[in-house]
């Protein structure tokens, strides 16, 4: 038996998402989405973080601006604590450059064994030595474009060392960042990036210089991603996740 011709409607009610319901004649219903925090709610969330912990750390170990650029590229895709662990007895012998290269990647390598991509993060860390020494004298640069032209940086990377290193007001996006962002939600976006200079428009100036920290340590040990624990959380009647628990 001959099929019957779909008609456009067809098609196009064929092709909408399961999950979208529609409204009466067929047409889709917006999915429904918190909007992001007003300006009154933004400044509110951060002084109750200020007020919770008004000097945040992150969790990562180093001595100097230089050691802090090499744990945090050693962090890609690996917790703070097993960086801590792969770098506690590296940084005490060799905080500069020139100490890592007397190393030597052979080394490095095994000094990195227990983290992920340790071949690769040890040829990097070689890599971004020599051209710290060849085009900075062996300094950290304070620019955010010098440091994303080292080998294994990116804006990440580059964002934590200007803020921890050289208290610079910048915003780091990780996982943790991220999710909490658009969880609350505060800035959302599909891409760190989006997130990243979204929150730059809406976190007042005085708060900007420990944004990341509180936002991070807030993801890592309270809104956490598989399961927030919402009993512990210091802004539950300012979260309007449909995730949240209380």
């Given at each position: 038996?001959?099929?019957?011709?779909?008609?456009?409607?067809?098609?196009?009610?064929?092709?909408?998402?399961?999950?979208?319901?529609?409204?009466?004649?067929?047409?889709?219903?917006?999915?429904?989405?918190?909007?992001?925090?007003?300006?009154?709610?933004?400044?509110?969330?951060?002084?109750?973080?200020?007020?919770?912990?008004?000097?945040?750390?992150?969790?990562?170990?180093?001595?100097?601006?230089?050691?802090l650029l090499i744990a945090v590229v050693l962090s890609a895709q690996?917790?703070?604590?097993?960086?801590?662990k792969a770098t506690r007895e590296l940084f005490p012998i060799a905080?500069?450059?020139?100490?890592?290269?007397?190393?030597?990647?052979?080394?490095?390598?095994?000094?990195?064994?227990?983290?992920?991509?340790?071949?690769?993060?040890?040829?990097?860390?070689?890599?971004?030595?020599?051209?710290?020494?060849?085009?900075?004298?062996?300094?950290?640069?304070?620019?955010?474009?010098?440091?994303?032209?080292?080998?294994?940086?990116?804006?990440?990377?580059?964002?934590?060392?200007?803020?921890?290193?050289?208290?610079?007001?910048?915003?780091?996006?990780?996982?943790?960042?991220?999710?909490?962002?658009?969880?609350?939600?505060?800035?959302?976006?599909?891409?760190?990036?989006?997130?990243?200079?979204?929150?730059?428009?809406?976190?007042?100036?005085?708060?900007?210089?420990?944004?990341?920290?509180?936002?991070?340590?807030?993801?890592?040990?309270?809104?956490?991603?598989?399961?927030?624990?919402?009993?512990?959380?210091?802004?539950?009647?300012?979260?309007?996740?449909?995730?949240?628990?209380?």
């Amino acid at each position: 038996m001959a099929q019957m011709k779909r008609t456009p409607r067809n098609r196009r009610a064929a092709s909408a998402p399961p999950e979208t319901a529609l409204k009466p004649g067929g047409k889709p219903r917006a999915p429904c989405r918190p909007k992001p925090a007003d300006p009154a709610t933004v400044r509110e969330i951060f002084t109750r973080f200020r007020a919770a912990n008004p000097h945040p750390k992150g969790d990562l170990e180093f001595i100097n601006p230089f050691t802090l650029l090499i744990a945090v590229v050693l962090s890609a895709q690996t917790t703070d604590a097993g960086v801590n662990k792969a770098t506690r007895e590296l940084f005490p012998i060799a905080d500069t450059p020139q100490k890592i290269l007397a190393l030597g990647e052979t080394n490095l390598r095994e000094r990195f064994k227990s983290l992920g991509f340790f071949n690769t993060k040890a040829k990097n860390v070689i890599a971004l030595c020599e051209q710290l020494i060849a085009k900075y004298d062996g300094r950290v640069p304070t620019r955010r474009e010098e440091l994303e032209a080292l080998p294994g940086v990116g804006r990440k990377t580059a964002n934590v060392v200007l803020n921890v290193a050289f208290a610079r007001p910048t915003i780091a996006v990780d996982t943790h960042v991220f999710r909490v962002s658009n969880r609350i939600p505060l800035a959302i976006g599909a891409t760190p990036l989006e997130v990243e200079l979204g929150l730059e428009k809406i976190i007042p100036d005085e708060f900007k210089t420990h944004t990341h920290h509180w936002l991070i340590l807030h993801g890592r040990y309270t809104c956490k991603a598989r399961r927030p624990e919402c009993e512990r959380c210091i802004i539950p009647d300012l979260c309007r996740s449909p995730e949240k628990r209380v």
